[in-house]
């Protein structure tokens, strides 16, 4: 029989151990922490359940949405989205409402942005290679200094002319100004059907309801999920061109056919106990933005109506609230309190990454209080702190050459398969991951030539599908 470990389980770890599992293959999964689903994880605080921020689920994939229903079932709701953006005191819609800008913005304003997208049509830039040069060759360089830059620069902590036009391409849909306000008037007009910008399925219980019962079935199915046990390197064998199994933290030595990592791409590199100088070079380039979270428990249930608000307002360095009492009422039951999550970006060196949790939670609050988002009447009766490391793989202008080389290296590997958001160094959503997973598995079991590090790297918008289209309840 085939063996194989799993490092993480998270989305990516937990949907290749599923598949596998249910294979037959002899396969056991490492996690670091004391839970699963990783980034995507569901926890209970103060009395409900909440997600390490705003947590969507959405996909066109059939087989991606496959593996959701098979676990979630008919136990979610269907949300309305409601997202808007809190720039210069006012909110905005997002995504942009065409009627909703010309309300909030001024007549000169207005004029600008219309004559820099003229300017943008007549001269575009050819081949965009950064953030600000994609965007403003679809919506003009002022629509772009409004709503996209100072968010941009705010999540990845580097100039937009400094951010590969790679993430853009990934995550924006490909549409022109025109295009745009067009969709905007006529947006669902004549089309009953409801897209997966509008609204998105979620478990009653939390995203990482998914994920619990991945692990159940792995369970079922044989296959076995260890807590508290990080996973220290990949071991190799003498040539270094297959895979061996792992060594633990603790020690411990597992041997396997294959390895499926989702542990940081650039640790599992720094691993091995011999990289050639240009791979090592090349990993060392590699770097990660980290969240801090810090959550609100707050004494009314009326704060405001979004899932969640972006902040684009550079007087703060705050830059998202997700509101969970906007989520499902099967999240909050009874409680007459609302849970804000407020999201702040930062690397590992930044003195904020180390502060302690009192000074984080006074900032949030001085924060909160500068852009007045609650009312003076309401109080905030409990905090609590959240780090989330390496969860940004940053894309700053030419990251593709490095990781071209450090995938022409692993690729040599036989058995390594490096998948997952951090573990394969992509802007992965929850669907990108659960797909590596379950191509990483199809591998395994069909012995087919699927090249993983293809998984989203496509520009196939996703949120353009239709709900019906994917939810089989
Ligand atoms: C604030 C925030 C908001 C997000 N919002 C959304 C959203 O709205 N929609 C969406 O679809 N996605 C969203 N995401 C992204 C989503 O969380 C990730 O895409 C997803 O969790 C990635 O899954 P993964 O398995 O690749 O990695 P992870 O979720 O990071 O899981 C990796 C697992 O590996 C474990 N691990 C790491 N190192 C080791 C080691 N050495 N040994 C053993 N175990 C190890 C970790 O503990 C973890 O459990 C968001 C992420 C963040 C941070």
């Known amino acids: 029989m085939k063996k194989a470990i799993v490092i993480g389980a998270g989305p990516a770890g937990l949907s290749c151990a599923y598949e596998l599992s249910k294979k037959g293959v002899d396969v056991i999964v490492f996690e670091a922490s004391n839970h699963v689903g990783g980034m995507s994880r569901s926890f209970n605080l103060w009395g409900q359940i909440v997600d390490l921020g705003p947590h969507r689920f959405f996909s066109k994939q ?108 990934q995550r924006i849909k490909t549409l022109s100004l025109v295009q745009a306000v067009f969709s905007s008037i006529f947006n669902n007009k004549g089309n009953k059907h409801k897209t997966l910008v509008d609204q998105f399925a979620y478990p009653n219980n939390g995203t990482g309801t998914l994920y619990e019962r991945a692990a159940e079935s792995i369970k079922k199915e044989n296959g076995k999920i260890v807590f508290n046990k990080p996973v220290k390197r990949v071991l190799l064998n003498k040539s270094n061109k297959k895979v061996r199994g792992v060594e633990l933290v603790d020690g411990s030595v597992f041997e396997a ?169 992509k802007y992965n959503n929850q669907d990108h991951s659960i797909l590596m997973g379950l191509l990483a598995a199809n591998k395994i079991t069909n012995n087919n030539q699927i090249d993983l590090w293809k998984v989203n790297t496509d520009t196939e918008y996703q949120e353009d599908g239709k709900i019906k289209d994917v939810l089989i309840y």
């Open 62 to 169: 059939k087989e991606v949405n496959a593996f959701f229903n098979a676990l979630v079932k008919d136990d979610f709701t269907l949300v309305n989205r409601q997202t808007r953006i809190f720039y210069n005191g006012k909110y905005f819609q997002y995504p942009l409402k065409f009627g909703n800008v010309l309300k909030n913005l001024s007549f000169v304003t207005i004029f600008q942005i219309l004559w820099h997208y003229i300017v943008r049509v007549l001269f575009p830039i050819k081949n965009p290679k950064n953030l600000e040069e994609w965007i403003s060759n679809r919506f003009g360089k002022k629509l772009y200094t409004i709503f996209f830059k100072n968010y941009s620069e705010k999540l990845w902590g580097i100039k937009c002319t400094q951010i590969d036009a790679d993430w853009a391409a």
């Open 257 to 425: 056919d294959y390895v499926i990592s989702t542990m940081p791409l650039t640790n599992l590199v720094n691993g091995f106990d011999q990289v050639p100088g240009k791979v090592k070079n090349a990993i060392d380039s590699l770097y990660f933005r980290n969240t801090i979270l810090v959550y609100f428990e707050v004494d009314t249930k009326d704060l405001f109506t979004d899932n969640w608000l972006y902040i684009h307002a550079p007087e703060v360095k705050l830059g998202r609230v997700t509101n969970f009492r906007n989520w499902c009422p099967t999240l909050t039951k009874d409680k007459n309190t609302s849970i804000l999550a407020l999201e702040f970006w930062c690397f590992e060196k930044d003195k904020i990454w180390s502060a302690n949790d009192n000074d984080l939670i006074k900032m949030a609050k001085e924060e909160l209080s500068v852009i007045n988002l609650i009312p003076k009447k309401d109080k905030i009766i409990n905090s609590r702190v959240i780090r989330v490391p390496k969860c940004y793989p940053v894309y700053e202008t030419g990251y593709m050459n490095k990781l071209d080389i450090v995938k022409d290296y692993l690729k040599d590997i036989e058995g390594l398969m490096p998948i997952g958001r951090y573990g394969a160094f």
